[in-house]
């Protein structure tokens, strides 16, 4: 089979950030109509790997593919489309993708009229689009991040034309509204409110896979707070690899603050926001965090190292004491604040010192929760030219030792809720006991209590019972 290239990606173009105004697009494609008569009376299967943007581009295609007549399934071999949605974070998320690739290829070998579709974040990367090009013939269907609009032409060609095709273009990225969404949940729900990162953090993958920060236009983001306030949403949580650093790229006049304080105002009974960079985190929204009750009062915010000289190797753009000194002014303006965060240990060349200073910023700011990462060397980002002296065995020694520290205070943190009652939004039946249900609290601690199924997408009282590191039991007030 041929290949044709329509785009190839390129680290070079990826890294571009010339100041240009943000193209904002509405959806349409050419081939729809035909594509929905290939579609009728047939399944996809999508699997998507990452973080929340991935989430929500996944929430988009489904939509897209919905609106074809496609139905979803969970079963692959039964689907005319198998998308994995990838991510390239670090190395071992990576290797996720191959493992399913191995599983599934076979499908495509055995039946020539499936798509076989990998997008998502690894794709960006030229190295390894070229290695997965190679090694997976039966792929057939190659696009990146800023394609997904694309979606209904791309899935057109490949099904009518007898090549296999590469659409993954490195620009600095569009604002496309209009686009059908099947969201995975009918209580809650992810709102983009600006895609892409400029942060350029020396280890990190996503501004090179995610492109320039381009901001959603104010009333966009207003209106889909709108619609899901309508049909009754209980939780939002507006997305961003840098919600702070909202509405600097149009000239609206809007801050994140304005985002938090309008939609507070529509009364969503939960608000919620990922992920915010200690940099550019403004007093005003620190302020608007703590006026309403309906924005949560908790906190995602990634520190990485607790070293300043290591933050700044990292090109995080703040040091220890800046960011102490941020926790500060937000628990002292918010009562209740529950903080969590982002370390990675082994950072290249990381001292001993360095390590104990972020085991000493953990004890200091006693973390609710927290992602722990072993640094993973992600090819074209700085970090990873450089040569780094200490061992992996080093690093998992840290890794274990830093995930003991943290759990101390998560520990004691969870126990505090014991005999306490609060507001849990129902998520489901619990994963690991069918007799139970389980939710999250404001603070954003999952609860397991009895109930029934009938209450999932309410907010109920549960008074706390029983305390574990990573989850609270609990009881049903008033039934
Ligand atoms: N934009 C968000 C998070 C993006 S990635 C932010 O800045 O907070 C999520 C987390 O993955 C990061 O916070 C970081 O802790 C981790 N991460 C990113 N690149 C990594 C790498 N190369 N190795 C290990 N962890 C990494
Ligand atoms: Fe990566 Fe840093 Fe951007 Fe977060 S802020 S996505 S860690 S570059
Ligand atoms: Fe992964 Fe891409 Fe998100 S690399 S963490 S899916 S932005």
């Not at 579709?117 to 090694?135: F, H, N, R, S, Y």
């Not at 620009?171 to 209580?187: A, M, W």
């Not at 004890?363 to 927290?370: I, L, P, T």
Request: charged letters at 30%; one cysteine or more; glycine letters at 6%.
């Amino acid at each position: 089979m041929k290949t044709k290239i329509i785009h190839a990606p390129d680290l070079a173009k990826a890294r571009n950030r010339t100041k240009e105004e943000t193209i904002f697009l509405s959806s349409s494609s050419k081939h729809f109509e035909e594509m929905k008569k290939l579609a009728t009376g047939k399944k996809y299967f999508i699997h998507t790997y990452g973080c929340q943007a991935n989430i929500r581009d996944e929430e988009t295609m489904r939509g897209v593919l919905e609106s074809l007549g496609y139905e979803r399934s969970f079963v692959p071999s039964e689907s005319d489309v198998i998308i994995l949605n990838t991510c390239a974070v670090r190395e071992n998320a990576e290797d996720k993708v191959y493992g399913e690739i191995g599983n599934l290829k076979k499908l495509r070998k055995q039946n020539k009229s499936i798509t076989f579709a990998i997008c998502g974040c690894v794709v960006e990367q030229p190295e390894i689009l070229d290695l997965l090009m190679t090694k997976f013939p039966e792929i057939n269907l190659f696009f990146g991040t800023h394609e997904i609009h694309l979606l209904v032409d791309l899935l057109y060609q490949a099904k009518t034309e007898d090549v296999r095709l590469v659409c993954v273009e490195s620009k600095k990225g569009e604002v496309v509204e209009g686009l059908p969404t099947s969201r995975n949940n009918s209580y809650k729900a992810f709102v983009n409110i600006i895609y892409g990162c400029d942060k350029f953090c020396t280890y990190c993958i996503v501004p090179y896979t995610r492109g320039k920060e381009r901001s959603r236009k104010f009333s966009d983001i207003m209106e889909e707070v709108r619609e899901l306030k309508k049909a009754n949403y209980q939780e939002i949580t507006f997305l961003g690899q840098n919600v702070n650093a909202y509405g600097k790229d149009l000239d609206e006049g809007h801050d994140f603050a304005d985002v938090l304080e309008e939609a507070a105002k529509m009364g969503i009974p939960r608000i919620r926001f990922t992920t915010s960079h200690p940099w550019d985190f403004s007093s005003k929204m620190i302020d608007v965090i703590a006026k309403y009750d309906n924005i949560m009062k908790c906190i995602h915010l990634p520190v990485q190292s607790g070293s300043s000289e290591v933050l700044r190797l990292m090109g995080r753009r703040y040091s220890r004491e800046d960011y102490l000194r941020l926790v500060k002014e937000m628990r002292d303006k918010i009562p209740g604040l529950s903080l969590s965060t982002d370390i990675i240990v082994g950072f290249p060349n990381e001292t001993e010192e360095q390590f104990d200073e972020t085991l000493t910023l953990v004890d200091e700011v006693k973390y609710e929760s927290a992602f722990t990462f072993i640094y993973s060397p992600r090819k074209g980002t700085p970090a990873a030219k450089l040569v780094d002296n200490i061992t992996y065995e080093t690093k998992s020694r840290r890794f274990k030792e830093l995930v003991k520290h943290l759990e101390v205070h998560i520990e004691k943190d969870a126990a505090k809720y014991i005999g306490n009652t609060y507001k849990v939004l129902v998520d489901g039946v619990s994963k690991t006991d069918s007799n139970m249900l389980s939710g999250y609290t404001e603070s954003n601690k999952l609860v397991h209590f009895k109930g029934d199924e009938s209450l999932v997408g309410k907010i109920v009282d549960v008074k706390i019972t029983e305390s574990h590191t990573y989850s609270l039991i609990g009881e049903l007030v008033n039934g």
